[in-house]
């Protein structure tokens, strides 16, 4: 008998749209991930802004809706989408720092190289090596879609169950260019992975502190925690260290 397969969208009940919440003077941009939505960096932002800070997050183009919504857009339109809401946190704020998981944090990495003023960076499981990711280049054009095979509907999270193979290929795309110019970040930099990881190879997150010209960074190996670390079991302990790296900085 074969197994079913899960639904192409998990949890639509959820709320996963963009979000911005005022606070004070410093803001964090959280930046969700690939084929996720908001839902994956809300718990973070609420904590954060029950501490006072301005926080925003922006449901990235393409994602929270339908499989072909993602496959029409480019890598540039994520980066215009962080952009938007990053002038506006620019308005608010007098001190940002960026925030990101997986593919959010190589939009993090984008957003410190493209803006030096950016405070500090925190980024969870970067999706700088994927395995197989490369294949996408030689299959979309045959293939809409192929399913996730590592998915979990008892975790708190909202997104797509299979990998919308064009926008997929966009991805390479962003990692490309990422780790062309990952040597031009110097802010104070956390990168967090987790040892359960099942979606990226976790010596993306080596590469990263090893790259980065950042004088201060470092790396936080989880041992309780997979791919999703913003919303597993091991957050409260994220939760503080991030809280403490913001109030230094």
Known sequence: MSKLKPPIFQHPDMEGSTFFWEGNSTGILLIHGFTATTVEVRPM??????????????????????????????????????????????KKCKKIFVLGESMGGLLSMEMAIAHP???????????????????????????????????????????FNVVPLHAANELLKLQKHVIKHMHEIQQPTYVFQGKLDKS?????????????????KELFWLEDSTHCILIDKQLPDVEEICLEFINIH
């Open 45 to 90: 932002a609420k904590f954060l802004h029950e501490k006072g800070f301005t926080v925003a997050g922006p449901l990235l183009p393409g994602h929270g809706h339908k499989v072909e919504d993602m496959n029409g857009v480019r890598w540039s339109d994520w980066i215009d989408a962080v952009e938007e809401i990053y002038k506006k946190l620019s």
């Open 200 to 216: 990226i190879d976790p010596i993306s997150s080596l590469e990263v502190v090893e790259n980065i010209s950042s004088k201060e």
């Open 117 to 159: 003023q950016i405070a500090g960076l925190m980024i969870f499981a970067p999706a700088v090596h994927v395995p197989k990711l490369c294949m996408a280049r030689f299959i979309w054009p045959l293939k809409e879609y192929i399913y996730k095979s590592n998915t979990d509907d008892t975790m708190p999270w909202q997104g």
